[in-house]
T-cell receptor, first 114, second 116 residues
Framework: KQEVTQIPAALSVPEGENLVLNCSFT??????LQWFRQDPGKGLTSLLL?????REQTSGRLNASLDKSSGRSTLYIAASQPGDSATYLC?????????????FGKGTKLSVIP | NAGVMQNPRHLVRRRGQEARLRCSPM?????VYWYRQLPEEGLKFMVY????????ESGMPKERFSAEFPKEGPSILRIQQVVRGDSAAYFC??????????????FGPGTRLTVL
């Protein structure tokens, strides 16, 4: 059974700081790993998708890395802004389930202080 | 290109009533997924459907819950005889079904169900 853990559960940083969010998963049999953002009371916005054969993906100030063998991913946010405040979710598409269900972590709640 | 649409956004039901949640996938997407987010919990997979077929319902409670994705119209998640423990946010996602490695699942805004 696939399990996804995100550390820390909450993080507060001053504006302009670079930060790293961590995600770990227990089974390396994945098709891909996705990072999402969720604002309070809202749906999920896809940020980055890393295929199982890839090591990293970049979009603007965001960079996500994947080390499949060790079951780890990181999301790096450069020059954080108050608008980055949200809950960040990591999810893996687990190939061992025989289906295409995403397994989610509980998220890291990020607060960027102006 | 409209995103994934869900309605209603908020739904209040009394115990014992039925709840029907609707999801219209993004244009061109043939795969639909339903997830549930309980308070203070992560999102949990419920069911995966393609047009007229349930592909994986391993995350769906055995009793009272059902889902469909008909040839025409939206996908429906139906909860019969709701109980307070069903109160949660229900999210629908869709994907194009092109490649399991590269398909992003796009999420709707969710339906927040409150059972009184």
């Amino acid at each position: 059974k696939q399990e996804v853990t995100q550390i820390p559960a909450a993080l507060s940083v001053p504006e302009g700081e670079n930060l790293v969010l961590n995600c770990s998963f227990t089974d390396s049999a994945i098709y891909n790993l996705q990072w999402f953002r969720q604002d309070p009371g809202k749906g999920l916005t896809s940020l980055l998708l890393i295929q199982s054969s890839q090591r990293e993906q970049t979009s603007g100030r965001l960079n996500a890395s994947l080390d499949k063998s060790s079951g780890r991913s990181t999301l790096y946010i450069a020059a954080s802004q108050p608008g980055d405040s949200a809950t960040y979710l990591c999810a893996v598409l687990y190939s061992g389930a025989g289906s295409y269900q995403l397994t989610f972590g509980k998220g890291t709640k990020l607060s960027v202080i102006p | 290109n409209a995103g994934v649409m869900q309605n209603p956004r908020h739904l209040v039901r009394r115990r014992g009533q039925e709840a029907r949640l609707r999801c219209s996938p993004m244009k061109g997407h043939s795969h639909v997924y339903w997830y549930r987010q309980l308070p203070e919990e992560g999102l949990k997979f419920m069911v995966y459907l393609q047009k007229e077929n349930i592909i994986d319902e391993s995350g769906m409670p055995k009793e009272r819950f059902s889902a469909e994705f008909p040839k025409e119209g939206p996908s429906i998640l139906r909860i019969q005889q709701v109980v307070r423990g069903d109160s949660a946010a229900y999210f629908c996602a869709s994907s194009p079904g092109t490649s399991v490695y590269t398909d992003t699942q796009y999420f709707g805004p969710g339906t927040r169900l409150t059972v009184l």
